[in-house]
C-alpha cells in the first residue's frame, strides 16, 4: 500500500479513550499502544488525535481490508449478470459498485467495520494484562478486546465519522439547495446515510410533490370568492358523545429444540407453546396499552378540549395550546418508555418486527392526543369556526414547535457539552487557564448528541420522531380538509423547509448516525393507510353536518348521497390499493431478462469448462 492511497482511504470511524495523564506520560501505556498495535495488525490505518479531555484514535480500512472482512461476512452482492453471490475478494471485479463508485456501500463498509474491530481476539496461549494509569486489566484468551475495554469502561465510545468531502459535497448539493424545492439527489443520500434515510428523504420528497397540486387548489379558494357561504352553528347535539411475572428472555426455538431432542411430537409442542405465548404476550401489551389511552389520556384530553372551548380569549387559547403541546411532549415519552419494557417480553423473530410493534402503540398515544379534541369539536359541538381555528393553531404552534425544538435542541445539547469539557478543565489546570478552543474536527463530532429517538434508543434510530411528525400532520390535514383546505398550503410549505433542515440537521448537528438497512417505510404504511381510510369518513361526516346545518338538504337525502360518495371513494381507494402493482413490469421484466442472461452466461460457462476437461482428457489418454 502506498502513500496515496492511504491519503485517499477516509477515516470513517473512531474511538474514544481516556486522555493519558501528562505527569505520568514516561510510564508504559500498554492499553492503549495494544489497542493502536492491534487496529495495524488487521489492516486498519490508525491515526491518533488529542483532544482536550479524552484521546481518539481515527480509523480508516483499505479496500483489501473491508474485502477480505466482507468475504468472511460472507456478504452478498449483486453481480454484473444480475444475480447475488457471496462475496470473494479474488474476484471483486465481477461485483457492481455503488452510485458513487465505491465496492461497498456505507452500510457494508460499517458491518466490515464492526467485523474487523470486535474481531479482534486474544489469540495467545495466555492472558495479557493491560495497563493505563495505575489500573489493569486481563484481556483473556479469545476475548474480543474492544469489547473488554468497553466493559471496563476505557473505550467510551465507538462512533461513525463523517467524510468531510462527502459532507461538503451534500451540503452544497441538498442541504443548501432551495431552487428545485423538492428534487433531492438520493442516490448520494444512499451512498452517504445508507437505505433507511434515503427512504425517509425519497417518501417526504414525493409526499411533498403530491400535496402541490391540492395546496395550489386552497389557495385559488381563498382567493377567490365562488359564493360558497358556511353558517356556523354553535348548537350542542345532546345526542352526540365520545366515547403477573415477566419473561423478558424469551429461549430461542433452537434452543428450546436441543433440550426437548428429537421427538416430533414433542418439537411440536414446543413450536406452537412459543407461538402462543408470543401471540399472548402481544395481546396482554395491547391491552395495557389500550386501557391506559381509555382510562389516563383520553380525560386528560377532554378536559383540554372543553378548556379551549369555554374560553373566549384567542391569546389565553394560544397559551393554553403552547401550554399542552408542552406538556403531552413528556406524557408521550414517558409511554414510549413503557412501550420499550412491554415489547421487550414479547416474542418478537427481528429488531423489525420490534419496531414496528413500538410505532403502533406510540402512535395510538400521538393519534388520541392530536385528533381527540378535534373530534370534540367537530362531533361533539359541530363548531365550524372553532373547529378551523383549532386547525390553524395546531398546525401553526405545532409545527413550529417541532421544527424548533428539533432545530435547537441537538445544539443546546452540543453547546452543553463543550461547556461541560471547558468547565471540566479550567477546574483542573486552575483559573490561569485562558480560553479553551476544540481544534480538532473528531473531538467536535464526539460532542455530537448522536441521532436517536426520543422514546428510546433500544429498537429505533431518530427516524421515528420525523415519521410521526410526518404521519401526524398527513392525518391533520386529511381528515380534516373540509373544514379548513388552506392547511394543504401551509404543509406543502412546511415540508418544503423540512426537506433541507432535515438534512442540515443530519449533516451538521449529529453525529453520522449508523446505517440501517430496509426495505420499505415498515409500519408507517399501515398507518398512512388508515389515515387515508379515516379521511374518507371524517370529511364524509362533516360535509354531512355541513348541508345538514345550512338548510339545503334534508338528512335523509343528505345522508344518503353522503353514504354514497363515502362507498365509492372508499371502494377507489381499495381498487388501487388492489389493483396498483408492488412491482412496475419494466422492475419485473428486467429482473426476468437479467436472471435470463445469468442463467445463459452460467450455461456457457458450464459448456466450456465441461468442453475444456474434456480436450485435455483426450490428450492426457492419447498420450498414455
Not at 475478494?89 to 461497498?104: N, T, Y
Amino acid at each position: 500500500m502506498n502513500g496515496h492511497e492511504e491519503e485517499q482511504t477516509p477515516f470513517e470511524i473512531g474511538v474514544v479513550v481516556p486522555k493519558r495523564n501528562a505527569k505520568e506520560e514516561s510510564e508504559a501505556s500498554d492499553c492503549v499502544e495494544v489497542l493502536v498495535d492491534e487496529f495495524r495488525n488487521v489492516g486498519l490505518i490508525v491515526e491518533r488525535v488529542q483532544g482536550i479531555a479524552d484521546e481518539f484514535i481515527k480509523l480508516a480500512a483499505p479496500m483489501e481490508s473491508l474485502g477480505r472482512a466482507a468475504a468472511r461476512l460472507q456478504l452478498k452482492k449483486r453481480t454484473h449478470i444480475g444475480i447475488d453471490l457471496q462475496f470473494e475478494w479474488d474476484e471483486a471485479e465481477a461485483f457492481v459498485r455503488q452510485p458513487d463508485g465505491s465496492l461497498f456501500s456505507w452500510c457494508e463498509r460499517f458491518h466490515c467495520y464492526q467485523h474487523i474491530i470486535y474481531g479482534i481476539v486474544n489469540n495467545s496461549q495466555s492472558v495479557v494484562r493491560l495497563k493505563f494509569e495505575g489500573k489493569e486489566f486481563h484481556w483473556e484468551v479469545g476475548e474480543s478486546l474492544v469489547r473488554k475495554l468497553e466493559e471496563e469502561h476505557f473505550v467510551k465510545q465507538v462512533f461513525p465519522l463523517h467524510d468531510e468531502i462527502k459532507r461538503k459535497k451534500l451540503l452544497k448539493s441538498w442541504a443548501l439547495h432551495w431552487w428545485d424545492f423538492t428534487n433531492q439527489p438520493i442516490d448520494e443520500i444512499y451512498s452517504y446515510f445508507g437505505t433507511k434515510i434515503a427512504i425517509y428523504f425519497a417518501f417526504l420528497g414525493m409526499y411533498t410533490r403530491w400535496i402541490l397540486f391540492p395546496a395550489a387548489f386552497a389557495i385559488t379558494l381563498q382567493l377567490f370568492d365562488f359564493g360558497w357561504q358556511i353558517s356556523y352553528s354553535t348548537g350542542v347535539d345532546p345526542g352526540c358523545r365520545l366515547l403477573g411475572t415477566e419473561w423478558s428472555s424469551l429461549q430461542s426455538s433452537m434452543e428450546l429444540l436441543r433440550i426437548w431432542g428429537t421427538d416430533k411430537r414433542k418439537e411440536k409442542e414446543v413450536y406452537q407453546r412459543n407461538e402462543w405465548f408470543g401471540c399472548f404476550m402481544r395481546f396482554r401489551n395491547d391491552a395495557i396499552f389500550i386501557s391506559s389511552i381509555i382510562c389516563l389520556q383520553l380525560p386528560f384530553e377532554l378536559a383540554y378540549a372543553h378548556l379551549y372551548e369555554v374560553i373566549g380569549s384567542d391569546v389565553m387559547k394560544f397559551g393554553l395550546t403552547a401550554i399542552y403541546l408542552f406538556a403531552i411532549q413528556h406524557f408521550t415519552q414517558i409511554g414510549g418508555k413503557i412501550s420499550v419494557k412491554l415489547i421487550k417480553s414479547e416474542n418478537n423473530e427481528t429488531t423489525e418486527k420490534k419496531s414496528d410493534s413500538l410505532v403502533y402503540k406510540v402512535f395510538g398515544l400521538y393519534f388520541m392526543q392530536s385528533y381527540i379534541g378535534i373530534f370534540y369539536h367537530a362531533l361533539l359541538h359541530r363548531n365550524f369556526l372553532t373547529l378551523r381555528q383549532v386547525l390553524i393553531q395546531r398546525l401553526l404552534v405545532s409545527q413550529i414547535f417541532e421544527n424548533l425544538l428539533e432545530n435547537t435542541l441537538p445544539y443546546l445539547k452540543y453547546s452543553y457539552r463543550k461547556y461541560r469539557v471547558r468547565n471540566k478543565k479550567k477546574r483542573e489546570k486552575g483559573s490561569s487557564a485562558g480560553k479553551i478552543q476544540f481544534t480538532s474536527r473528531v473531538e467536535k463530532e464526539y460532542l455530537k448528541p448522536s441521532y436517536s429517538a426520543s422514546i428510546g434508543e433500544e429498537l429505533e434510530d431518530g427516524l421515528f420522531d420525523d415519521f410521526l411528525e410526518l404521519a401526524l400532520q398527513f392525518g391533520m390535514i386529511m381528515m380534516f380538509a373540509c373544514a379548513f383546505p388552506l392547511s394543504f398550503a401551509f404543509t406543502a410549505l412546511n415540508n418544503i423547509t423540512e426537506i433541507r433542515t432535515d438534512a442540515l440537521k443530519l449533516l451538521t448537528m449529529f453525529k453520522r448516525p449508523v446505517p440501517c438497512a430496509a426495505r420499505t417505510i415498515g409500519a408507517w404504511l399501515n398507518i398512512f393507510q388508515f389515515l387515508i381510510v379515516m379521511s374518507i369518513c371524517t370529511n364524509c361526516a362533516l360535509l354531512v353536518w355541513l348541508y345538514d346545518q345550512e338548510g339545503k338538504w334534508s338528512i335523509e337525502p343528505g345522508l344518503a348521497a353522503i353514504l354514497v360518495m363515502e362507498h365509492l371513494l372508499l371502494l377507489i381507494k381499495f381498487g388501487f390499493s388492489r389493483l396498483v402493482p408492488e412491482e412496475p413490469a419494466w422492475v419485473r421484466a428486467s429482473r426476468v431478462k437479467n436472471a435470463t442472461e445469468a442463467q445463459d452466461v452460467c450455461s456457457k460457462q458450464l459448456l466450456k469448462t465441461i468442453s475444456c476437461a474434456k480436450i485435455v482428457f483426450g490428450k492426457v489418454k492419447e498420450e498414455d
